[in-house]
């Protein structure tokens, strides 16, 4: 029996949390494939000529510093030649598409090929190159848009010419640069909001 002068038998305010599915989609649950935080899943051992297998990995904080431990990243990017996939193109080409949640301690990970340099193309008005890059972006619980960003990988001559790198305050520039952590590692933390934001993009 209810008694509904009880006040402890209500839901209390710290019970009614948001989920991430409510507040980012009901496309959550493709985060359930792991598989596709790898895009050389496709190649086995035998990758295109040239390409280097990488991981990237890092945080993801939110604007008091807490680990956000159920977020989903996307990633997409050029081939090591600098190539978008063609929709009309060789269907076994590098896609450059991956895609995985945060795990508990709020990080992401993934195995991709490293990107080459990218021509600005005529659209832009110029032919300069764009620096190795990946485009990234953050969907979490409580974010109804999702956060978009860049990875530009330190060390990248092209970097200090890159006309999205350029048009960021040189002194927020490090919050869009991987470091190299070991062979074949790159690390960037992101952090939502607050001191030390990533630099998010409008696109």
């Not at 977020?71 to 929709?87: C, K, L, Q, S, T």
């Not at 999205?164 to 960037?188: D, F, M, S």
Request: aromatic residues 8%; proline residues 8%; charged residues 20%.
């Amino acid at each position: 029996m209810t008694d509904a002068a009880t006040p402890e038998l209500a839901p209390s305010e710290a019970t009614l949390v948001a989920s991430a599915h409510q507040t980012a989609g009901p496309y959550w649950h493709l985060v359930d494939f792991p598989e596709w935080a790898d895009t050389t899943r496709h190649f086995a051992d035998a990758l295109p000529e040239g390409a280097e297998r990488i991981t990237v990995t890092g945080t993801i904080t939110d604007g008091t510093g807490a680990l956000v431990t159920d977020a989903m990243v996307e990633i997409w990017h050029a081939d090591p030649a600098g190539r978008y996939p063609d929709e009309n193109g060789d269907p076994t080409a590098f896609q450059g598409y991956g895609r995985c949640a945060t795990d508990k301690a709020g990080r992401f990970r993934f195995v991709t090929l490293k990107p080459g340099p990218v021509p600005v193309g005529p659209h832009a008005g110029g032919n300069a190159m764009q620096a190795p890059h990946i485009a990234l972006a953050v969907f979490a619980r409580g974010l109804l848009q999702h956060l978009s960003t860049r990875v530009y990988f330190e060390g990248e001559p092209l970097n200090a010419t890159d006309p999205v790198l350029r048009a960021v305050p040189e002194a927020r520039r490090g919050t869009l640069v991987a470091r190299l952590a070991r062979p074949g590692e790159w690390t960037l933390n992101l952090r939502l909001q607050g001191e030390g934001e990533t630099v998010w993009m409008a696109v």
